[in-house]
């Protein structure tokens, strides 16, 4: 099992900056593939980010490409997102989860554990 807890979200004006966190315990956090996902109300839930076993490669979602950029730090079984010039459309309750794989996984189907979510509110 991998227990992942997220923090960072909060109320933010549009183009300012938040920056996740996701800190997880369990098992080898370098043997997972980390990714980010968000749900907005009435809608389903999204690709965001994602990151590979060593950091080495990232893939984004075209909307958030040049304003958010995924991390992570195997020393502190960490994963960040950090998030710029943010939008309205960026309004969601973010996840992060962990995929027992190489490469960069950017399928829902593929992650196996996820976080309880934090929520982002970007007003106008």
């Known amino acids: 099992q991998v227990q992942l807890v997220e923090s960072g979200g909060g109320l933010v004006q549009a183009g300012g900056s938040l920056r996740l966190s996701c800190v997880a315990s369990?098992?080898?956090?370098?043997?997972?593939?980390m990714g980010w996902f968000r749900q907005a109300p009435g809608k389903e839930r999204e690709f965001v980010a994602a990151?590979?076993?060593?950091?080495?490669?990232?893939y984004y979602a075209d909307s958030v490409k040049g304003r958010f950029t995924i991390s992570r730090d195997n020393a502190k079984n960490t994963v960040y997102l950090q998030m710029n010039s943010l939008k309205p459309d960026d309004t969601a309750v973010y996840y992060c989860?962990?995929?027992?794989?190489?490469?960069?996984?950017?399928?829902?189907?593929?992650?196996?554990?996820w976080g309880q979510g934090t929520q982002v509110t970007v007003s106008s």
């Open positions: 989860a962990a995929a027992p794989r190489p490469g960069v996984v950017k399928d829902v189907e593929l992650y196996d554990y």
């Open positions: 369990g098992r080898t956090f370098s043997n997972y593939a």
């Open positions: 990151i590979t076993l060593s950091g080495g490669s990232t």
